[in-house]
């Protein structure tokens, strides 16, 4: 979907969150409210509210995050694949692998620098180089 839709979506919610958060502030200072509530049969009593909020509120709230967790999700990346061989086809299928285009992506290689060891000795091409040196030192 477009990033407008989702955009849209989590401007509302953050709006009917904080309307909510609101009226449950105003709701809680007013002298009704202050009288606790009668305790829950189903919920310990570290648990249970000491105000009851009306339903409108409660429900706003589960509205509120309802469109929040919408919105999100629409704007969220396409989910890169779990599966090895299906990420390193799509790593190999890339037109330059050591580059990454953008983070997170998934263009290039994401170890190339760790496959490359910048600032490490390369013994393997050391030794090769000794052994021509003196493969070629040697002849007459």
């Not at 709006?15 to 502030?25: C, D, P, R």
């Not at 390193?88 to 263009?107: M, P, Q, Y």
């Not at 290689?109 to 030192?137: C, H, S, T, V």
Request: charged share 20%; hydrophobic share 45%; glycine share 8%.
């Amino acid at each position: 979907m477009a990033v407008g839709a989702s955009s849209l979506l989590n401007i509302l919610g953050l709006v009917f969150l904080g309307h909510a958060v609101y009226s449950a502030y105003e709701h809680s200072l007013l002298p009704a409210a202050s009288q606790p509530a009668l305790p829950s049969r189903f919920l310990p009593s570290s648990l249970d509210p000491k105000v009851n909020l009306p339903l409108d509120i409660t429900l706003e709230t589960l509205f509120s995050v309802l469109l929040l967790c919408v919105g999100v999700v629409m704007s969220s990346q396409e989910l890169k694949p779990i599966q090895w061989n299906v990420w390193a086809g799509r790593l190999e299928k890339s037109k330059d692998a050591r580059v990454i285009t953008e983070v997170g992506a998934g263009g290039g290689n994401p170890y190339a620098m760790l496959e490359e060891r910048p600032g490490f000795l390369d013994i393997r091409g050391q030794r090769k180089e000794f052994a021509n040196w003196m493969k070629e030192g040697s002849k007459p």
